[in-house]
């Protein structure tokens, strides 16, 4: 080699062998963070499947995979390839390794409203830690759009993050959003969905429900109106939830019912429509015993985590306030649950969210 730039060219030609126990074809597309040793962060970097190694295979202990990265994906991982192998070499360490896990997607939080006091009130040190923690993507949901415009100008510098357009069935705004407002909001490239919107009977006892019915029908016609799926919220209104689903043809856009605590039922309505069903913290909750074993039967191409950030943190971060970086806690809850590693988990729950939400952007293939 005529040079370390050159070595760190011919490395980035070379498929790499990742290890997974996940089932994959050749050429399949795979998204993964990449981590030198002794890094902190990790560099997002897209490739293809070029080759399958089980378990035992050629001496190998490891089941794995060999990924062959794009060339629009070698810039940034090879500046960190080559600042690692001059460290290396100067260092006179004679080993370096590579590592990779699969990004993990936080498909709810509010970002806007997240506890920046552990960040020194600094949202773009909640944003770092979050990547360097291995949430390579989030989506951003709206509850009011009074907070609406500050919320999208507080994410836009950050193409990890999609947001969506709604308001809670809880929420007291001066005025009814109708399916104009929201699919005009709709229009712009980051909204990838609308929501989060739904019924709650938990929280509006002794108020007249039809208010919220009205809200949640204007939320599917503008879903419908613009071809994004909803985000749907539902407590101790099941039946209501379901008819009005099924009346308004919300089927034709799909979506998710976030942060399920409800019946087996309903989750088997729910997915007899199309809908996924999305888990939270409350999963790794002691007593969440029946919703665990309910999380295990939901199929593993219907399956999304979440944070519901800045509520309901998971074990073992209850008592604080929730943020991104902790739904690696309901990846990992829920892969034990289904007896599977938990990397193979996010990943599936990673290809669900952008199948899902068809609008949002991988980061690193932008």
């Not at 490891?62 to 940034?76: E, K, R």
């Not at 960190?80 to 699969?102: C, F, M, P, Q, V």
Request: aromatic residues 8%; glycine residues 8%; hydrophobic residues 40%.
């Amino acid at each position: 080699m005529q040079s370390l730039k050159d070595y760190c060219n011919y490395l980035m030609r070379l498929p790499w062998f990742i290890p997974t126990h996940r089932r994959y074809r050749i050429g399949d597309e795979v998204f993964l963070l990449l981590r030198l040793m002794d890094e902190p962060e990790l560099t997002p970097i897209a490739g293809k499947i070029v080759w399958l190694t089980p378990a035992g295979a050629e001496g190998n202990s490891l089941a794995g995979v060999g990924v062959q990265f794009g060339a629009q994906d070698q810039g940034a991982a090879r500046r960190k390839l080559e600042g690692y192998l001059a460290d290396t070499l100067t260092s006179n360490r004679l080993t370096h390794t590579l590592g990779a896990t699969i990004m993990l997607v936080d498909s709810h939080c509010h970002l806007d409203r997240v506890d920046l006091e552990p960040y020194a009130e600094e949202f773009h040190r909640l944003m770092t830690e979050t990547r360097a923690a291995g949430v390579g993507h989030m989506l951003c949901v709206s509850i009011a759009l009074e907070r609406y415009p500050r919320m999208r100008e507080l994410v836009d510098p950050y193409p990890q993050v999609s947001v969506s357009v709604g308001v809670h069935p809880g929420e007291q705004g001066r005025r009814e959003p109708t399916p104009e407002d929201l699919s005009a909001l709709a229009r712009d490239a980051r909204t990838v969905a609308i929501g989060e919107t739904g019924l709650d009977y938990y929280r509006s006892q002794g108020d007249d429900p039809g208010r919220q019915h009205q809200r949640f029908r204007n939320h599917i016609a503008a879903a419908r109106s613009c071809g994004k799926p909803l985000i749907i919220h539902t407590r101790e209104a099941r039946e209501d939830t379901l008819r009005i689903l099924m009346e308004e043809n919300a089927r034709d856009v799909g979506g998710v019912l976030h942060c399920f605590t409800e019946t087996w039922e309903m989750a088997k309505a729910a997915l007899d429509m199309g809908l996924y069903i999305a888990f939270s913290g409350i999963v790794t909750f002691k007593t969440a015993d029946q919703l665990r074993a309910m999380a295990a039967k939901v199929p593993l191409d219907r399956l999304l985590i979440e944070t519901d950030s800045p509520y309901l943190a998971p074990v073992p971060h209850r008592g604080k306030p929730n943020e991104p970086k902790f739904v690696a806690a309901v990846a990992q809850c829920l892969a034990e649950r289904r007896g599977m590693p938990a990397d193979e988990l996010a990943a599936h729950t990673r290809d669900n969210f952008f199948r899902l939400f068809k609008d949002a952007v991988p980061a690193d293939s932008r």
